[in-house]
């Protein structure tokens, strides 16, 4: 035997395991079973930043007018610092209200004086924002690289954005981005239809556009043998918001802007990044309509197109009979077992994951431990909430 003391585990870093995303072909066919999402909660950002458990900042779609500049008020943008990280505190805080308000009852008759408030978390495998699902779901068909934290908490998996300092973006660049916010500001009302004044809809043009307040939908949904819940900004309601206990996601809609589409190059690119991002974006949601504002290269609005949001694929498919550039069965199937794997790749126990896809080159997943101790991002008064 030899005397040689026993080997001390490392105390770093463990070693790096990869998901391979091909070949592609192997997440193609039938797509996994899916559950449609349906709103648990919602919550809206006021114009400080300062979050409200209530749908105050609920916004409701009336047709802009053709012709308007999106480019006009382009100075006076009130912009949302980007450079702070938000982590997942609003969405859990969300969560922690949820989880400690008894249900409000959707009719005057019902008693509802015994009833507690409702558990979501324990049957839940993953939480994360909607634009984390989107990027983890277009991954086999995109070479935007991707970063991402990830802890796990009582058998859940959280998501979180691991954030890079923002990249500064050129004055045409802050053009187009502040293009897309005028467009939901000109295609929005504050109150029903019904409820506003004929000069406030003729008026959209002079408000002064911000980023800061938000409107936020809650889901819960599952892809393959994952249960997850999805926080994710929603730009309005086609008509209203249901409270008799329809589910308010099929109300939704998602507005977009684009650059008018005048070449077959132009509807390659379109249908090969933009719409592949548009189907992801509101199908992880339930949101059944993108409206797409269209725009001159002079950034007039020129003309407006609703597309369901479950006929992109096939409209992509139609387009291309000879092979589409993305596959939303496959992109569902590899999200499904990505969502698998990981549950095996980020054990139960204190810690942070980096979660990497590097966009170009290795085509995987990797994942490898960053933290030993604690529980990363989640705020204490989440980790307490769940601990007790
Ligand atoms: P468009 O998507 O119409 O260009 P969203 O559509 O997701 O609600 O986002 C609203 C607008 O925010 C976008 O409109 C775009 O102008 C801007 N935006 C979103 N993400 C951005 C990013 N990463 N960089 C710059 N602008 C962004
Ligand atoms: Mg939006
Ligand atoms: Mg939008």
């Known amino acids: 035997m030899?005397?040689?003391?026993?080997?001390?585990?490392?105390?770093?870093?463990?070693?790096?395991?990869s998901f391979a995303l091909e070949p592609i072909a192997r997440w193609r066919g039938k797509p996994a079973p899916m559950r449609q999402p349906k709103e648990i909660a919602s919550f809206s950002y006021d114009d400080k930043r300062v979050q409200h458990h209530d749908d105050s900042g609920l916004k409701y779609y009336w047709p802009p007018a053709l012709g308007q500049h999106l480019g006009n008020g382009f100075k006076e943008l009130v912009k949302h610092d980007d450079s702070v990280d938000e982590h997942l505190d609003s969405l859990l805080a969300a969560l922690i209200h949820h989880e400690t308000t008894p249900p409000v009852p959707v009719s005057i008759e019902e008693d509802n004086t015994a009833a507690e408030p409702p558990k979501v978390l324990p049957a839940i495998d993953f939480v994360t924002w909607r634009g984390m699902a989107t990027k983890l779901l277009c991954t086999p068909f995109s070479s935007d690289p991707w970063s991402m934290n990830a802890v796990r908490l009582n058998d859940t998996i959280y998501i979180e954005e691991h954030k890079q300092p923002p990249r500064p973006m050129d004055e045409r660049g802050e053009l187009f981005s502040y293009m897309g916010y005028k467009f939901e500001a000109l295609s929005t009302l504050r109150r029903p239809f019904g409820e506003v004044e004929r000069k406030e809809i003729e008026e959209r043009d002079k408000e002064v556009v911000n980023n800061i307040e938000q409107y936020c939908s809650i889901v819960k949904t599952s892809i393959g043998g994952s249960r997850l819940v999805l926080g994710g900004e929603v730009d309005c309601v086609y008509d209203y918001k249901p409270e008799d206990g329809e589910n308010p996601s099929s109300h939704y809609c998602e507005l977009k802007t684009n650059k008018l589409i005048n070449t077959?190059?132009?509807?390659?690119?379109?249908?090969?990044?933009?719409?592949?991002?548009?189907?992801?974006?509101?199908?992880l949601l339930g949101v059944p309509k993108v409206i797409v504002g269209y725009r001159t290269n002079d950034g007039i609005l020129a003309h407006i197109e609703e597309l369901d949001t479950q006929k992109i694929p096939s409209m992509v498919k139609k387009n291309n009979p000879q092979g589409p550039p993305w596959d939303a069965s496959a992109a569902i199937n590899f999200m499904a077992g990505l969502l698998e794997w990981l549950k095996t790749a980020i054990p139960e126990g204190e810690g942070m994951w980096r979660m990497e896809y590097a966009g170009t080159g290795k085509?995987?997943?990797?994942?490898?431990r960053v933290e030993l101790g604690g529980y990363g991002f989640l705020t204490e008064e989440f980790v307490e909430h769940v601990m007790t």
Do not use: C, G, N
Not at 363 to 368: F, G, N, P, Q
């Open 363 to 368: 085509r995987v997943v990797e994942v490898k």
């Open 264 to 283: 077959d190059r132009d509807r390659t690119s379109f249908e090969r990044y933009k719409l592949l991002k548009f189907w992801a974006q509101s199908f």
């Open 2 to 17: 030899s005397s040689e003391p026993p080997m001390k585990r490392p105390r770093t870093i463990t070693s790096e395991l």
